[in-house]
């Protein structure tokens, strides 16, 4: 997408908005024809910043609409892309999701100094919102774990995820949702990388996981099936910019 810094990302309700050509990122000057309710920074990514400028009506803009954002992320070509467009689309989402104060329900202002809201009332913040994930491939031998779930596109399989729980380290939401999933018990777990993940706003912990023993018993709720796959025999695994395949990767670059 070529980033160019100081450039704003337009949105309007839950939606970031692209041109006709799916272009995201609009210069300061094509502004001025548009109705913005708040414009605000988004943190910086290497030392680059970028606004977000919410419009009151998309209505009255013709030549814009809602950006495909899967489709726009596995067409960035690198991690900073990747990150500003994430970055934007999770805090768009905030902003939407976010507009009273959950203590007092007055409206909330944006803060002048971070990137959060604050309530003129009664003083709390609100800053956006992330959720904790953990995503790991289990390894046993030269093969590796990947499942089905009932969320994804036919013969789609990946690796498995879920929700840390309130009180749990990443490590034990490794152990409980490999074992909910899919039945096996896992050992040596590593941590690899992570991935911020913008559906609507997940923060994934990546890691690696040793089987250590049961069988392979999927749920039937989330997990529709599973099983252990060599190299050479991979079923259709998730685009290059997500975080399971770049666990999937490595895996195959030390198998
Ligand atoms: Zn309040």
């Known amino acids: 997408m070529g980033l160019q810094e100081n450039s704003y990302f337009l949105s309007a309700g839950e939606s970031l908005l692209c041109d006709q050509n799916e272009r995201f990122l609009f210069t300061e000057a094509e502004l001025e024809s ?4 708040v414009r605000f920074d988004l943190p910086e990514i290497s030392n680059k910043s970028y606004r977000i400028a919410v419009l009151k009506d998309k ?5 814009l ?4 954002l899967r489709s726009a992320l596995s067409q960035t070509a690198n991690e900073d892309e990747f990150s500003v467009l994430s970055a934007a689309a999770q805090v768009v989402t905030w902003h939407a999701s976010f ?3 959950p203590r007092c329900a007055t409206k909330l202002i944006m803060d002048e100094a971070d990137l959060a809201k604050v309530c003129p009332s009664c003083g709390h913040h609100q800053y956006p919102r992330l959720s904790p994930c953990i995503i790991v491939l289990v390894r046993k031998d030269d093969k590796c774990l990947l499942a089905h779930s009932s969320k994804f596109k ?3 399989y990946s690796t498995l995820a879920g929700f840390i729980e309130a009180g749990e380290s990443a490590e034990h939401a490794v152990e409980r949702e490999v074992m909910e999933e899919v039945g096996v018990k896992v050992k040596n777990i590593e941590y690899v ?3 911020s993940w913008p559906f609507p706003h997940s923060f994934m912990l990546g890691f690696m996981a040793e089987y250590s023993e049961g069988e392979i018993t999927p749920d039937g709720e989330e997990i529709l099936s599973a099983d252990w796959f060599s190299v050479d025999d991979l079923p259709t695994i998730p685009p290059k910019f997500t975080i ?4 999937i990767d490595e895996f195959i670059k030390n198998v």
């Open 244 to 247: 399971s395949r770049q666990l």
């Open 193 to 195: 990388c992570s991935q």
């Open 34 to 37: 548009l109705d913005v309710e």
């Open 59 to 63: 209505g009255k803009c013709l030549l």
């Open 65 to 68: 609409g809602a950006l495909d």
């Open 99 to 101: 507009k009273f104060c």
């Open 154 to 156: 036919s013969g789609r």
